[in-house]
């Protein structure tokens, strides 16, 4: 069946530092990919999405491109700040029909000064 | 409202206890999605409703979960005689179209209601 795998956490970083998280998936068909991120006490949100292969999809300065390839639409950010400290969910689209979204476990990013 | 209302924020119950959550969707979306998160886990879908549609329940655990929903208003989940596997946090998020016909999967979530089973 459909489902995301995502890199578990929790991730550490100085302020400035690269970040990657990684997501990989297992899909029948198409999907579209997405990355949510849930702020402390808050809901999660959308953060960006790509609705095919080779799309890159782009928002506050973070980019995933979606991997046919290599199942993958890992998280990318060049230099991350304090205020990005969230847990981050990786989600795709399930198969025609369906009328859920499959979710990742969340990879907790924690940016220190 | 301005964003998905859910309560109680936080639910501390005893075994075989029934509780009952609440979700309170942006106004005019049509679609609400139940999910539920065990601690390490990811999101769980439960069940989706869309309009006056028959809801899609096929991701109830049990006969002991339901939900309701009336038209395009507030909706509960149930949990009756709820067990220790049942303590998790549970998400309510609504979108003004559903995943299917959309395609963009913006869904909009609450922050959702941390239930304990003791």
């Known amino acids: 069946g459909d489902s995301v795998t995502q890199m578990e956490g929790p991730v550490t970083l100085s302020e400035e530092a690269f970040l990657t998280i990684n997501c990989t998936y297992t899909?029948?068909?198409?999907?579209?990919l997405f990355w949510y991120v849930q702020y402390p006490g808050e809901g999660l949100q959308l953060l960006l999405k790509a609705t095919k292969a080779d799309d890159k999809g782009s928002n506050k300065g973070f980019e995933a491109t979606y991997r046919k390839e290599t199942t993958s639409f890992h998280l990318e950010k060049g230099s991350v700040q304090v205020s990005d400290s969230a847990v981050y969910f990786c989600a795709l689209s399930g198969h025609q029909g369906a009328n859920n979204l499959f979710f990742g476990t969340g990879t907790r990013l924690t940016v220190i000064p | 409202g301005a964003g998905v209302s859910q309560s109680p924020s936080n639910k501390v119950t005893e075994k075989g206890k029934d509780v009952e959550l609440r979700c309170d969707p942006i106004s005019g979306h049509t679609a609400l999605y139940w999910y539920r998160q065990r601690l390490g886990q990811g999101l769980e879908f439960l069940i989706y409703?869309?309009?006056?549609?028959?809801?899609?329940k096929s991701g109830l655990p049990s006969d002991r979960f339901s939900a309701e929903r009336t038209g395009e208003s507030v909706s509960t989940l149930t949990i009756q005689r709820t067990q220790q596997e049942d303590s998790a946090v549970y998400l309510c998020?609504?979108?003004?179209?559903?995943?299917?016909?959309?395609?963009?999967?913006?869904?909009?979530f609450g922050e959702g209601s941390r239930l304990t089973v003791l």
């Open positions: 998020a609504s979108s003004s179209r559903s995943v299917r016909e959309m395609g963009t999967g913006e869904l909009f």
């Open positions: 899909a029948t068909g198409y999907p579209s």
């Open positions: 409703f869309q309009g006056n549609s028959a809801p899609d």
